[in-house]
């Protein structure tokens, strides 16, 4: 059976989620930063995909209010995790700075998937019909790989 993409994406945050707990009990300190570009090229289009797709497309059927807070939520913490991030990128890897920038930013994401699975997927479980969240979950790896090449 096809995978929608509500399934995708729930494993996807498991994947990420583990891989977080290894860089965080990585031994060396070139494997944390072996680990954290892996979840980096992993996260990054993650949230784009979410965007132009999971977003997209719960935008487009004209929400009301409470659900257009709940997509500007799930931004405004995309937005947050990209800054820590990029906040990251510029420290050492060896400092306590990176590591309390990193603890920030796995604590952050454990939020953000609660908000997203929990309420995000009970919108689009009402807004679409599992054929329509089917062919998302194409869109979903289309957008991905679009930005990974862009
Ligand atoms: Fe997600
Ligand atoms: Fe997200």
Redesign the pocket.
């Known amino acids: 059976m096809p995978e929608t993409i509500l399934n995708k994406?729930r494993k996807e945050h498991r994947e990420m989620h583990a891989l977080l707990h290894e860089i965080q009990t990585a031994r060396t300190n070139k494997l944390r930063k072996e680990l954290f570009a892996r979840w980096k090229e992993e996260m990054i289009p993650?949230?784009e995909g979410?965007?132009v797709t999971l977003h997209t497309k719960i935008l487009n059927e004209t929400p009301g209010e409470f659900t257009l807070r709940l997509v500007e939520e799930?931004n405004r913490?995309?937005h947050q995790?990209k800054e820590l991030i990029q906040k990251l990128n510029f420290l050492d890897t060896e400092s306590k700075e990176w590591l309390k920038t990193f603890l920030e930013l796995e604590q952050l994401c454990s939020i953000?998937?609660e908000h997203?699975e929990g309420k995000?997927f009970a919108e689009a479980k009402e807004d679409f019909g599992p054929d329509e969240l089917e062919q998302f979950a194409y869109e979903f790896e289309e957008a991905k790989h679009h930005h990974m090449n862009s």
């Open positions: 994406l993650h949230m979410e965007e799930n913490e995309h995790i953000h998937v997203e995000l």
